[in-house]
C-alpha cells in the first residue's frame, strides 16, 4: 500500500482501466471513491477517467493514491439514465461515456468501465468498438452468485438483445466459455441451455437447434456442454456458463434481486420479532454479514459486454464506492488475461470452419 | 374439530373436492394425509378420492376423520412423472388422474386436485374438460410470495404453454384478475405485463400489442393496468397479477425457487459457522421458522389451471401432508365462490364486443 501512495516510486501500471465517471446514480463523487479504493488494493492499474476535467480534478486531488496513476480527459455532457440509446448514438459525441470507449477503441485503455445507461452503453460501444467478426448480437454476461466451488456462474445474455436464433445463442456459448476461462479461471467450463425442462423434446424450436450446434461445438471449444437446465439449476453446481436470451436472461436477472430482495426484508422483520430474536440478530451479525457480502449485488457488480473488440464493463447505475471497485476489479482482471484478443481467436476459430462450409451452412454465412 | 371427527353430526358437505391420489413422489400415504388435515381443520369439505381401491381403503381407514365424507373411485393405473403428455392423452384412460377429472367434468366434485406429472394433467385436462369459449389457451397460474399485504401476488402464465400472443395474455389477465378476485380477495386488482423495462418502447412486438389490448380492457373489466412490470416487481406490492407467457413465467418461478434454495442454504452455513452464530440460531429459531413457513413453497402450493370447463389445481410433484392440505385449501375457497362460472363469465363478456367486430377483429375470431 506505501508504494501505491508513494507516487515517485510507482512503476508504469500493467493495465490502464478507461472510466466514466458520470452517468452513476451516485455521480463522480462515488466513482472516484471507487477507483482510489481499487488503487490502493492494486498497485498494477491506472486509470483514465472521463468527465468535466474541473469536477475530476477536484475529486482526485484529495485522492493521494491516485496521483500519478489517474489521467483525466475532458467530457463536457453526460448521457442521462432515461436518454434513448437511438439518440445518444446520434448525439453522443463529447459524452464522458463516448470519451471512455474511445479509449479502449484507440487503444490507451484495455477495458472501459461505466455505471451508465445500460442502453446508451451497449449502442455507443456497437458503434465504436464494432462487432467481432463471426458475431450477430452481443451479449451482456453477469456473474451469479452460485453454490459452485468459485462461488459464481456466468449467464448470458442478461439483455443486450431481447431475441436470439440458434446461432446467436451458440455465440453466447463461446463467449461465455471464453469468459468463464478468464474470468473464473475454469479451463474446461460446463454450459447448459436455459429451458423449461431438462428433456431434448421440450422447449421452443431455436433451443432445440441451439443445443446441437452447442453439443456439435463442446470438444473443439474446450467446454461440457450440460444439455438444458432450468430456472432452478443457474446458482446451482451443476453448470457454469448458463446460455439464453437476452428477454428470458433479464427477467431471470431481476426476478432472482427481487426475490433475494424480498427475502432479505423478511429476515429482517422476523429478527425484529420479539426481544430474544434482537438478541439473536446481534448474536449473529457477523455471520449475517458474511451472508451478506456473499450475495452482495455490488461484489457482483459487473455485467460485461461480450463480442465486441474490446471490453466494456457495465457497473450498476447506484453503484457506490465498493461497486465501482469490484466493477474495476473484474476489468482489470480481464484486460490482464489478454481476454477480448483471446475471445476473438475462439469466435474466429469456431465460425471459420463453418464459413468455408458453402452451401451446407447458408444460415450461418448470413450471420457472419 | 370434534364436530368434523363425529361422523354421525355432519351435514353434507357442502365442497367436493376430487383428488387424485396417486402420481406425487411421495404416493397415497402423504395425499391422505394431507386431506385428513384439511378435514379435520374445515367441517364443509367433502372428497372423492382416485386410485387403488385397496390401498386406498386401508389409508383412509386409519384417519377417522374422514370417514363418511371420502368417497373412494378405483382406478388402477397411474400416470408417471416422465410420461409423455400425448401417450397420456391417448392411453391415460383408467388412471387415477383421469377418474380425478372426470368427477368435476360430470359434476360430481366442483375442483379437481392432483399433485401428478403437470404436462400430463394439462393434456387431460384439455381433453376431458375442453376449453372456456373465447379462451385460446389455458394458463397455470401460481401464488407468488409478495410484498403485498396479503402476502401473495398471482403469475401466470407460467408452464401451460410455451408461447402467448397478444390476444392470450389479455385472456390471461383477465383469467388473473378473476381468480385474484376469488383466490385473494382483491376486487380490484392491479395488473402488470412482465418485460424487460418499464419504458413503453421497449420489448417484443406481442408485448407492445398486449399491452394496448390490456389497458383498453381494463375499464369494463373492472381491473386497473399498471403497464409493463420487470422481474424485479413480481414479489413487489405494486402490482397483483403479473402477466406473461409460460415460457418467461415457468423460467422465472423456478429461478426465484433457485434463488430462495441458495439463500437458505447461505443462512444455515452463516448460522453454522462460529459457536456464537450457533447460539445465535438457536434464539432466533421461532423467527426463523415463521419466515420459512411465509416463503414455504409447500404453503403457496396450487398452480391453478385457468381457461377451461371446470378448476384444477396441480399441487408439486413433491408435496407432502402440509403441501396437500394447501392445495386443498386453494381448491376449496375456488369451489365455493363458485370461481369457473365467474371466469367462464367474464371472458365471455371480455370477448363478446370483439366476436361482433366482424371484420375488424379477424385474428380474434379465429382465436375464439
Redo the contacts between chains.
Keep these: 500500500m506505501s508504494s501505491a501512495s508513494d507516487q515517485a516510486n510507482i512503476p508504469a501500471p500493467s493495465t490502464v482501466i478507461s472510466v466514466d465517471a458520470m452517468g452513476g446514480d451516485r455521480g463522480p463523487a462515488a466513482v472516484v471513491a471507487g477507483i482510489a479504493r481499487s488503487a490502493a488494493k492494486n498497485p498494477d492499474i491506472g486509470f483514465i477517467l472521463h468527465g468535466p476535467e474541473d469536477t475530476l480534478s477536484r475529486l482526485v486531488a484529495k485522492k493521494r493514491v491516485l496521483s500519478g496513476r489517474c489521467e483525466i480527459r475532458n467530457a463536457e455532457t453526460v448521457v442521462k439514465m432515461d436518454d434513448?440509446p437511438s439518440h445518444v448514438m446520434r448525439r453522443g459525441k463529447g459524452s464522458s461515456m463516448w470519451s471512455a470507449i474511445e479509449s479502449v477503441r484507440n487503444g490507451d485503455a484495455s477495458v472501459c468501465v461505466s455505471c451508465g445507461n445500460t442502453g446508451a452503453l451497449m449502442a455507443l460501444s456497437m458503434v465504436r468498438l464494432r462487432k467481432l467478426p463471426g458475431v450477430n448480437r452481443p451479449a451482456i454476461a453477469c456473474l451469479w452468485?452460485?453454490?459452485n466451488r468459485g462461488g459464481f456462474n456466468v449467464m448470458l445474455d442478461v439483455?443486450a438483445d431481447?431475441?436470439a436464433d440458434a446461432d446467436d445463442l451458440l455465440q453466447y456459448a463461446l463467449m461465455g466459455a471464453s469468459y468463464a476461462r478468464n474470468g473464473l479461471a475454469l479451463s474446461h467450463p460446463r454450459i447448459g441451455l436455459?429451458n423449461?425442462g431438462t428433456e431434448e423434446?421440450k422447449?421452443?424450436a431455436e433451443l432445440k437447434a441451439a443445443h446441437d450446434l452447442i453439443a456439435a461445438n463442446a470438444k473443439s471449444n474446450d467446454y461440457e456442454f450440460v444439455g438444458f437446465v432450468?430456472?432452478?439449476?443457474?446458482?446451482?453446481a451443476k453448470v457454469d456458463v448458463i446460455v439464453?436470451d437476452?428477454?428470458?436472461g433479464?427477467?431471470?436477472?431481476?426476478?432472482?434481486?427481487?426475490?433475494?430482495?424480498?427475502?432479505s426484508?423478511?429476515?429482517r422483520?422476523?429478527?425484529n420479532?420479539?426481544p430474544?430474536?434482537r438478541?439473536?440478530?446481534?448474536?449473529?451479525y457477523?455471520?449475517?454479514q458474511?451472508?451478506k457480502k456473499?450475495?452482495d449485488p455490488r461484489r457482483v457488480n459487473g455485467g460485461v459486454f461480450l463480442g465486441l473488440n474490446g471490453t466494456v464493463v457495465k457497473s450498476h447505475g447506484s453503484a457506490d464506492a465498493t461497486g465501482i471497485s469490484a466493477a474495476v476489479k473484474l476489468a482489470f482482471q480481464l484486460g490482464e488475461s489478454g481476454f477480448s484478443e483471446r475471445l476473438a481467436a475462439r469466435v474466429a476459430s469456431a465460425t471459420a470452419p463453418r464459413q468455408d462450409a458453402g452451401a451446407e451452412g447458408p444460415e450461418v454465412k448470413d450471420n457472419l
Design positions: 434513448k452468485p452460485s453454490k439483455g431481447i431475441r436455459l423449461v423434446h422447449g421452443r432450468e430456472g432452478g439449476d443457474i446458482p446451482s439464453t437476452g428477454f428470458t433479464n427477467v431471470a436477472l431481476k426476478t432472482a434481486e427481487g426475490t433475494a430482495s424480498l427475502i426484508q423478511l429476515l422483520a422476523a429478527f420479532h420479539t430474544l430474536s438478541i439473536a440478530a446481534m448474536l449473529a457477523t455471520s449475517m458474511r451472508l456473499r450475495i
